[in-house]
């Protein structure tokens, strides 16, 4: 047994999320990319693809790691915290590592955003 096996990929993780990004650029040009549909599936890609390429546990402690760095600095800059982005992202980060697509997860309605709702389910946090 070796530890170093189940270390984090963290700079894997942040490679994937900087490729995520152009690949949700370039599906949606016409989005936000702030919690509307193209947000909540870019969460959901970036998961998927981190557990297919670097580990579900990487993906586990990124997913959650983002979202408290939010926090952080939303905090350090004195700002409202955004709960509700929080808790919109984790949940869409979970649904991608449940092991279907990004694509299919949007289709099927089960991605979550805040405004304008996606497939009637946003304004949920």
């Known amino acids: 047994w070796d530890a170093r096996t189940y270390l984090p990929d963290l700079g894997g ?9 152009i690949e949700t650029q370039q599906n949606f040009p016409d989005f936000t990319l702030q919690n509307d549909a193209a947000d ?3 969460h959901a890609r970036w998961n998927e693809r981190m557990v297919n390429e670097v580990g579900w546990g990487t ?5 959650y790691g983002h979202e408290l ?14 709960w509700d982005e ?3 992202d984790l949940h869409n980060n979970r649904e991608g590592r449940s092991g279907r697509s ?9 991605l979550r955003t ?3 709702p996606c497939k009637g389910k ?4």
């Open 13 to 21: 993780a942040r490679r994937l999320a900087g490729q995520v990004l």
């Open 69 to 82: 760095e939010n926090l952080y600095d939303q905090l350090r800059k004195g700002e409202r915290l955004r």
């Open 122 to 125: 946003g304004g949920l946090y």
């Open 59 to 63: 993906a586990v402690i990124a997913g």
């Open 40 to 42: 909540a599936w870019r």
């Open 86 to 88: 929080m808790w919109m």
């Open 114 to 116: 805040i405004n304008p």
């Open 102 to 110: 990004a694509w299919d997860l949007l289709n099927e309605g089960r």
